[in-house]
């Protein structure tokens, strides 16, 4: 376990398992006390942890920052003995700076614009009625593992042009490679190793299969655009994992916020024209992604603190998102605030390749549960999360689905 020395006017940065699932108070003291906070690991290297918005949002415009520090090196803590989960990793396009972050994201980007994405509608609201479907007469769900999950996962293999057959095992190897967020327990990396190794079989494997048809689907066009090899299978992996986990958590996420809400959950089923600008504001008012990690490339200033080059900046990009500079009465879920810019999707070059598709599953899926279960209720207090601030969210939802 590393140690750390606290350097600023606050105790090191840290969250319990009963803090997880609410973190915005320990936010806000740091924000209001200690907003760029320094800690100091046993090897003399720093972490600094930034809360506030101005200072986040200049972190992630800044090109003095990025994912790997002055000296280059890996963007990603892996240990080398976990090959292929570092292969995959480090390839993927979050995990990258210019240039080759640059030439990667102009072949992948355009296949997530909203011209792109919008077309999608009608087979996404098919299986968001397929799903609500299979809940029907059920007393008791888990809206995470029954709805939230899947469909991100039946999304992204359609436009990957995986077989349906094939959609339990990429969950399941999906839920693997994300156990090395939280691999401080010390079992994260071995299971994450292994899905690593086998997701990148199957995606090289899928696009030899494209090179002998004339397919036309997203892997195809990844293979025309010039990718090959471990950035082929990698890029699909990060597709794959990274657009599955953070819907679901938006997905549950939102939903655990109308519950708690009853008068916007009201006003979202009388006005469902509503639902994109809402989907905005809960992305804001809950980040499914509360933290990211920059590092400085040369010394910087930031919030009146000297940072040294090659330093870790971690952004809270939940904190960000409840500054009261930024968005006033931040802990309101207030629908109809002006939600521009904030951080839930990133700001700059890393902003998130896959918000367009993102938004439109949470706006279909969350209209879909307000009409098709209109008196949904929890079935269990408290909702347990996993413990994980990167893809943040509950582990499982528990609700009655009730009946119309």
């Known amino acids: 376990m590393t140690?750390?020395?606290?350097?600023?006017?606050?105790?090191?940065?840290?969250?319990?398992?009963?803090?997880?699932?609410?973190?915005?108070?320990?936010?806000?003291?740091?924000?209001?006390?200690?907003?760029?906070?320094r800690q100091q690991r046993h090897d003399g290297a720093?972490?600094?942890?930034?809360?506030?918005?101005?200072?986040?949002?200049?972190?992630?415009?800044?090109?003095?920052?990025?994912?790997?520090?002055?000296?280059?090196?890996?963007?990603?803590?892996?240990?080398?003995?976990?090959?292929?989960?570092?292969?995959?990793?480090?390839?993927?396009?979050?995990?990258?700076?210019?240039?080759?972050h640059t030439a990667l994201r102009s072949k992948v980007a355009g296949h997530f614009a909203q011209a792109r994405v919008t077309p999608l509608r009608p087979r996404i609201e098919a299986l968001v009625d397929g799903l609500l479907t299979g809940l029907a007469g059920r007393p008791v769900v888990d809206l995470v593992a029954d709805f939230a999950a899947p469909l991100p996962i039946l999304v992204i293999a359609d436009l990957l042009g995986v077989p349906a057959a094939q959609h339990r095992w990429l969950r399941r190897h999906a839920v693997a490679l994300q156990q090395a967020n939280t691999s401080h327990r010390g079992d994260g990396f071995p299971a994450a190793d292994r899905a690593a190794r086998e997701l990148s079989d199957f995606f090289a494997a899928q696009a030899e299969r494209r090179g002998r048809t004339d397919a036309d689907d997203l892997v195809a066009?990844?293979?025309?655009?010039?990718?090959?090899?471990?950035?082929?299978?990698?890029?699909?992996?990060?597709?794959?994992?990274?657009?599955?986990?953070?819907?679901?958590?938006?997905?549950?996420?939102?939903?655990?916020?109308?519950?708690?809400?009853?008068?916007?959950?009201?006003?979202?089923?009388?006005?469902?024209?509503?639902?994109?600008?809402?989907?905005?504001?809960?992305?804001?008012?809950?980040?499914?992604?509360?933290?990211?990690?920059?590092?400085?490339?040369?010394?910087?200033?930031?919030?009146?603190?000297?940072?040294?080059?090659?330093?870790?900046?971690?952004?809270?990009?939940?904190?960000?998102?409840?500054?009261?500079?930024?968005?006033?009465?931040?802990?309101?879920?207030?629908?109809?605030?002006?939600?521009?810019?904030?951080?839930?999707?990133?700001?700059?070059?890393?902003?998130?390749?896959?918000?367009?598709?993102?938004?439109?599953?949470?706006?279909i899926g969350l209209a879909g549960l307000l009409r098709r279960l209109p008196r949904l209720s929890l079935a269990e207090h408290p909702v347990p999360y996993a413990d994980d601030l990167v893809f943040h969210g509950p582990s499982r939802l528990l609700v009655h689905p009730g009946s119309r």
């Open 3 to 37: 140690t750390v020395v606290d350097t600023g006017r606050m105790p090191p940065f840290a969250l319990g398992a009963a803090q997880i699932a609410d973190p915005y108070p320990v936010y806000r003291r740091y924000l209001a006390t200690d907003p760029v906070h």
């Open 221 to 363: 066009h990844l293979l025309a655009a010039g990718l090959t090899g471990v950035e082929l299978a990698s890029t699909c992996i990060h597709l794959l994992t990274a657009g599955h986990e953070t819907t679901t958590n938006l997905l549950a996420k939102s939903v655990l916020a109308l519950l708690r809400h009853p008068d916007v959950h009201a006003e979202l089923s009388a006005v469902p024209e509503a639902m994109p600008p809402a989907v905005e504001e809960l992305i804001r008012y809950d980040s499914p992604v509360q933290m990211v990690r920059r590092r400085a490339r040369q010394d910087v200033a930031l919030g009146g603190r000297h940072i040294d080059a090659g330093s870790t900046v971690v952004l809270v990009l939940g904190s960000a998102n409840r500054d009261p500079a930024r968005f006033p009465d931040p802990d309101r879920l207030d629908i109809h605030r002006d939600t521009t810019r904030h951080t839930g999707f990133g700001i700059g070059i890393h902003y998130c390749v896959g918000a367009h598709l993102a938004r439109l599953e949470a706006e």
């Open 46 to 100: 720093d972490t600094w942890y930034v809360f506030g918005y101005d200072d986040v949002s200049a972190v992630l415009s800044d090109r003095r920052y990025g994912r790997r520090g002055p000296g280059g090196g890996s963007a990603v803590p892996i240990p080398a003995r976990y090959a292929a989960l570092h292969d995959v990793v480090t390839n993927w396009l979050v995990f990258l700076d210019p240039p080759r």
